[in-house]
């Protein structure tokens, strides 16, 4: 059960979200998945217009862990806002409640 979520959000121009989830599958899936105390990882899109996005990005980890990850999480949110050329704005939240389920994958 996840105790701690990053949670990460930024505006994004709609034509970067390809940008983004190439982002997200080359450099931190690896990462994150085999760091110890991880619990997954949630990235939402809400459209606000045709032309941006608003981007959350909700990470899961056990309390324990979360402080060993927060070096890579750090390193690999400031490469990632360079290279898309945006701000974020990044919180640390205690979790109230994780209820586990069955989601089918896919995009």
């Excluded at 990882?41 to 060993?68: A, F, M, N, P």
């Amino acid at each position: 059960m996840a105790t701690f979520a990053r949670v990460l959000t930024f505006h994004l121009p709609s034509e970067q979200i390809t940008s983004l989830l190439e982002i997200f599958d080359e450099g931190l899936a690896p990462r994150y998945a085999g760091h110890p105390g991880f619990g997954g990882l949630l990235c939402l899109e809400l459209r606000e217009g045709s032309s941006r996005s608003q981007i959350y990005v909700v990470s899961l980890w056990d309390d324990t862990k979360i402080k060993d990850s927060n070096d890579i999480a750090d390193r690999w949110w400031d490469d990632a806002s360079e290279v898309l050329g945006i701000g974020i704005a990044r919180h640390r939240c205690r979790v109230l409640r994780d209820i586990p389920g069955h989601t089918p994958n896919g995009s």
